[in-house]
């Protein structure tokens, strides 16, 4: 599948959830999306999570 394939599929999804659920329900659907892709990024080693914890840890023990 190709990444536009794949981008229509995800927008016809959100969709459909916001036809038949209304529009909390497809926020919902499409911020639990969100939060699997970023912890599907954290498991094939694309995001490293210390990196991150640094990067804006560092922001809130300066303040």
Excluded: C, I, N, P
């Amino acid at each position: 599948m190709s990444r536009q394939q794949f981008g229509f599929l995800v927008g016809f999804l959100t969709v459909a959830v916001w036809a038949v659920a209304g529009f909390g329900a497809a926020v919902a659907a499409v911020g639990v999306g969100v939060a699997g892709w970023f912890v599907g990024r954290v498991l094939d080693g694309q995001v490293d999570v210390a990196e991150l914890v640094d990067r804006f840890g560092s922001r809130s023990k300066a303040r």
